[in-house]
């Protein structure tokens, strides 16, 4: 992506980026398809060590899905998902909450200390940040929907972010696994977008990006010419019912619109697996990805 010849063209262009978001709050959901070899994470690691450098605060959500299909298929578990979302019994959750907290979250903030930036993980269990209640699963047929229960699947009732706004003024990096604690103490798998919508929109970030394994949204994903630059909040309602929208970008999508109407400034979907994402969307003036606006 970067050639001698556009360096330093690059630099001046991310020049009045790094003065507008110099001090404010960026929400950065990494997903698991955005981990698959360790160049990229370490890509992905120095975007964020160097938006942490010119003032920014980031603050990261992680997923962590294929991780948690590899356990549990190495405990002969299958994985099965409804709506984009994991069909999660009692072991399912158990093994979740280690992948997610005790391995994926551990990595990632190793890593980053490693690129010198102070990381603290956290899950949304660590200073009540992520107080959960069940989810169902919404499943449209036609012009019908249902309600489908898949177990111990949660979603944010309500989240306390002192603990994170805290580690943002002294200098920490959050970075979050989305595990949430119902009000027996039982655990929730949480899909990482829900999280960092709810962040995002509690913090008042400026922007939330979710970075996954597609350039952004598609109106037919088999078709290339149908990609959407920007897309508008009924629009997205309408293509979520349609099935244009469908499986793991459901909940991105809705992650958006929940981050937009609780106070986060923008939300772009965006591809983790290209080098730099990070950067080229929040420096660049054309951005990349799909925007989901209101
Ligand atoms: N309209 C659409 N445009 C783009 N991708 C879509 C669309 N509908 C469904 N998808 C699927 O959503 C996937 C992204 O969700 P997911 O795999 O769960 O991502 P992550 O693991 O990053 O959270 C894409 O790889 C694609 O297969
Ligand atoms: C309920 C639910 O689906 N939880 C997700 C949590 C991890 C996640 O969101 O990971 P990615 O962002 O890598 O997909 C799961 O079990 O896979």
Redesign the pocket.
């Known amino acids: 992506m970067f050639t001698p010849e556009n360096k330093a063209a690059i630099l001046v262009e991310a020049l009045p980026y790094i003065q507008e978001f110099y001090g404010k709050t960026i929400v950065i959901?990494?997903?698991?398809?955005a981990?698959i070899n360790d160049d990229l994470k370490e890509k992905v690691m120095q975007d964020i060590a160097l938006m942490k450098y010119v003032g920014i605060r980031p603050v990261i959500v992680?997923?962590?899905?294929?991780?948690?299909?590899g356990f549990l298929k190495k405990v002969g578990k299958q994985?099965s998902?409804v709506a984009?979302?994991?069909v999660?019994d009692e072991e399912?959750v158990e093994i979740?909450e280690m992948v997610?907290d005790g391995k994926v979250n551990s990595e990632i903030v190793n890593l980053l200390n490693r690129r010198g930036v102070r990381a603290v993980g956290l899950s949304g269990k660590d200073a009540g940040l992520i107080a959960a209640r069940k989810?169902l699963a919404t499943v449209y047929e036609g012009d019908e929907s249902k309600q489908v229960d898949?177990g111990y699947?949660?979603e944010v009732d309500k989240v306390d972010t002192a603990i994170v706004e805290d580690l943002l003024d002294q200098g920490y990096v959050p970075v979050i696994a989305?595990i949430g604690v119902g009000s027996d103490g039982e655990s929730y798998?949480?899909?990482?977008?829900y999280v960092a919508a709810e962040l995002a929109g509690a913090l008042e970030a400026e922007k939330l990006l979710l970075l996954?394994d597609i350039e952004g949204i598609y109106k037919d994903f088999n078709d290339k010419s149908t990609f959407i630059s920007t897309l508008h909040l009924p629009e997205a309602r309408q293509y979520i019912r349609e099935g244009i929208i469908a499986g793991?970008m459901i909940?991105k999508v809705e992650a958006c619109l929940k981050a937009l109407e609780q106070g986060a400034g923008k939300t772009h979907i965006i591809d983790g697996r290209l080098d730099h994402s990070i950067i080229l969307e929040i420096f660049t003036s054309q951005g990349i990805g799909t925007q989901v606006v209101r």
Do not use: Q, W
């Not at 992680?62 to 299909?69: A, D, L, N, R, V």
């Open positions: 959901k990494y997903g698991g398809n981990m992680h997923g962590g899905g294929p991780e948690i299909t994985s998902f984009g979302l994991r999660t399912t979740a997610l989810k898949i699947v949660g989305p798998n949480i899909n990482a977008d996954t793991g909940p």
